[in-house]
C-alpha cells in the first residue's frame, strides 16, 4: 500500500501538471468507489470545476476545486492516478503506460483549460488504475474535510514540522507496555509510516521491532526518531518504493525499492553486518522484517 513517500510524490506530481485545468466530464466503470454519493450526481457536481491545489493528510490525497468543493481519494491496496497529455506523450511514458500494473483503468476524469471542450478532444486525462478496486473517492465541501472521522482520528504527521523529538518522546512515553513496531504502524499516533519503512527506520535505528517502548533508552529513541526523517525524505526524493503495484502519476517506478535493506530481504543476508540473516515475523498480522544480528 502507497504510505507516505508514494503520496507526496503523486501530491507533487499533480500540483506540477493539472493544477488550473477545469474536469471537463468524468467516465467509470467501477461506480462502487464512489462513497458517498451516486454516480449521476457525482458526475454533475464534478463537471466545469477548475483544480485549484493538491495536498496531502496522512495517505489521503485531496484535490482542491472551484466552488469550495474537494475531491478526496485514497489509494488503498493498488491504486494509482496517470496523468496522460493527450498533446504529448513521451516516448517513455508511452511505454509506462503500455505495462501491465496500469492497465486497470476505472476511472478518468477528463481535463482542459476550456471547459466547453468535449471529452474525446480534450488534453488531458486523469487516469485511476486500481487493480484490486479498493479505492475509494468522495467529492465533498472542502471545509467538511477536517470533521472527517477518519481524518480527525489521525496522528501527527511524520513529515510535520510540528513533530520533532520531544513529541516522538511524548507519544512513546504514554505507551510504556506497547511495542515499537506496532507503535510506528498506529496511524491514529504518528500518520503516514506504514509496512515498508516501519521495517526499514528500525533496521537503520538498530532497534528491534518487538522491543517494548518502557525498554527503550532515550539514546535509541533518538535514533529512531532520526531514522524516520532520514528515510522518509530519501523516500521522497526518490519517488517512492515500486515493490508491487505503485507507480507515479507518468506510470514509472518509484527507486527506493532498489536501496531497501530488509524489507522482503528474508533469508537473505544482512548488508551492514555481513553475517545476520533477515528474518521476517508477524506483527498485528503484517510482515516485519529485521536482522537478527543487528537489531536487539
Ligand atoms: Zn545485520
Not at 521522497?236 to 530481504?265: A, C, E, H, P, W
Request: hydrophobic share 35%; glycine share 6%.
Amino acid at each position: 500500500m502507497p504510505e507516505l513517500p508514494e503520496v507526496q510524490t503523486v501530491v507533487n506530481d499533480l500540483n506540477k501538471k493539472i493544477i488550473g485545468y477545469t474536469i471537463v466530464d468524468f467516465w467509470s466503470d467501477w461506480k462502487n468507489a464512489i462513497k458517498n454519493l451516486t454516480f449521476v450526481s457525482f458526475q454533475k457536481n464534478i463537471k466545469n470545476k477548475k483544480i485549484l491545489n493538491v495536498r496531502r493528510i496522512g495517505k489521503n490525497i485531496f484535490i482542491d476545486l472551484s466552488d469550495g468543493w474537494t475531491l478526496y481519494i485514497h489509494l488503498k491496496m493498488t491504486g494509482h492516478l496517470l496523468i496522460k497529455d493527450n498533446k504529448k506523450i513521451s516516448e517513455k511514458e508511452q511505454e509506462n503506460f503500455s505495462e501491465r500494473v496500469n492497465q486497470y483503468v476505472h476511472h478518468i476524469w477528463f481535463l482542459d483549460k476550456n471547459s466547453n471542450k468535449d471529452k474525446s478532444n480534450c488534453q488531458m486525462n486523469l487516469e485511476f488504475s486500481d487493480l484490486r478496486k479498493f479505492a475509494k473517492i468522495v467529492l465533498m465541501n472542502t471545509e467538511e474535510i477536517e470533521n472527517l472521522p477518519e481524518i480527525k482520528a489521525l496522528g501527527i504527521d511524520a513529515m510535520d514540522r510540528k513533530f520533532n523529538f520531544k513529541k516522538f518522546q511524548e507519544i512513546l512515553e504514554k505507551r510504556p507496555k506497547s511495542l515499537i513496531g506496532i507503535i510506528l504502524m498506529n496511524q491514529n499516533l504518528i500518520a503516514g509510516i506504514g509496512n515498508i519503512y516501519r521495517s526499514e527506520i528500525l533496521f537503520e535505528a538498530g532497534v528491534h521491532p518487538e522491543r517494548k517502548i518502557g525498554d527503550l533508552n532515550v539514546g535509541e529513541m533518538r535514533n529512531i526518531f532520526d531514522q524516520i526523517k532520514i528515510i522518509l525524505k530519501k523516500a521522497i526524493r526518490m519517488r517512492g518504493t515500486s515493490d508491487s503495484d505503485y507507480r507515479d502519476t507518468s506510470g514509472g517506478s518509484g527507486r527506493f525499492q532498489n536501496i531497501l535493506k530488509v524489507y522482503r530481504l528474508d533469508g537473505g543476508v544482512c548488508s551492514k553486518c555481513g553475517k545476520g540473516e533477515i528474518e521476517r515475523i508477524k506483527m498485528a498480522q503484517r510482515s516485519v522484517f529485521y536482522c537478527g544480528e543487528c537489531q536487539k
